[in-house]
């Protein structure tokens, strides 16, 4: 990660002289809690001081939003920088981690912030980035023709790190009918993992295809209602390949749904569900598996 400012965790900086305080600064970011479930190190303890090359990836997003903050008041460091993290609930059993970075913004001695002296221009020149991205996306939304979305390295680096939801459905749209071209190594996931559990789901649904399946299970979208709205529309083969899929937690209303999705594959007529017959049954058995284990839970 390259930034061009430099955090501190001490309230000084040993051997450098701080020349003036800009004040406070914060940022925050919004995670899926299962991002980062195999880094949980960093939250128990903050380094003194973190380097460019020692970031998890999961603080690109937090870190750029502070370097913004912090340059737009004239600083080139950060001291007494504080990471927080915490669960907030959306739903009833659905959580999602606020990831807070605060501390004081200064201007600390032997840093050379020549090229960040016009911090105005800094920022125009991502705004007018995104103004490119979302014409781009635009025009190729309104004249599609099977023609490919081309996007550069510079322009998804910009989408990954934003994580804009302004640009999902189009994008999601150019994914799902494989015509969505990246010039890097980055992939889709990249960029759709960052969005909101919800903004997720939504967008797996509204279309069918096997890149949304995938989507599905890989990021345990699994959503009865929507597949049983697949169904009733005459989407089954679809809504079949989706049974399989998890979620990262089920209550006693989701068993409810998913009994009631169950039944309905169950009384379909015999050629509308013969192919998927084996995958309904294995559907059945895991609806009697999970309410098992929630009678198990309720009992403890």
């Known amino acids: 990660m390259d930034l061009q400012i430099e955090l501190f965790s001490t309230p000084t900086v040993e051997g ?8 406070f600064v914060c940022a925050n970011v919004v995670l899926d809690a299962g991002v980062i479930d195999e880094s949980r190190k960093m939250m128990q303890k903050f380094p003194e001081c973190l380097y460019k090359d020692g970031v998890e990836p999961y603080h690109v997003e937090l870190f750029d939003a502070l370097e ?3 340059l737009n008041k004239g600083g080139n460091a950060v001291i007494d920088l504080h990471i927080e993290h ?5 739903g009833q059993s659905d959580y999602s981690l606020l990831i807070s970075a ?3 913004a200064v201007v600390l001695e032997g840093i050379d912030i020549s090229e960040n002296k016009n911090i105005k221009s800094k920022v125009l020149k991502r705004q007018i980035l995104r103004k490119q991205i979302q014409a781009k996306l635009t025009k190729w939304n309104d004249e599609f023709n099977h023609a490919p979305l081309y996007i550069d390295f510079k322009e998804w680096i910009y989408i990954c790190q934003s994580a804009d939801i302004s640009f999902a459905d ?3 749209k150019a994914y799902n009918s494989n015509r969505l071209i990246i010039s890097s190594r980055m992939k889709y996931d990249d960029y759709f993992k ?5 903004e997720q789901v939504k967008l797996s649904y509204t279309y069918c295809g096997d890149n949304c399946i995938y989507l599905i299970k890989k990021f345990d979208l699994f959503d009865e209602k929507h597949i049983l709205e697949w169904v009733t529309k005459g989407k089954i083969e679809f809504a079949t390949a989706c049974l399989d899929a998890c979620k990262k937690e089920y209550s006693a209303q989701d068993l409810e749904d998913m009994q009631e999705l169950y039944d309905f594959f169950v009384n379909l007529p015999e050629d509308k569900i013969e192919e998927q017959e084996e995958r309904v049954k294995e559907f059945g058995i895991k609806i009697e598996a999970l309410k098992e284990l929630l009678l198990l839970n309720i009992g403890k």
């Open 16 to 23: 450098r002289k701080i020349l003036s305080s800009k004040g």
């Open 68 to 70: 913004r903050e912090v």
């Open 86 to 90: 915490n669960y907030v609930k959306c």
């Open 102 to 104: 605060q501390g004081t």
């Open 170 to 172: 189009i994008l999601h």
């Open 194 to 198: 960052k969005l909101p559990y919800n």
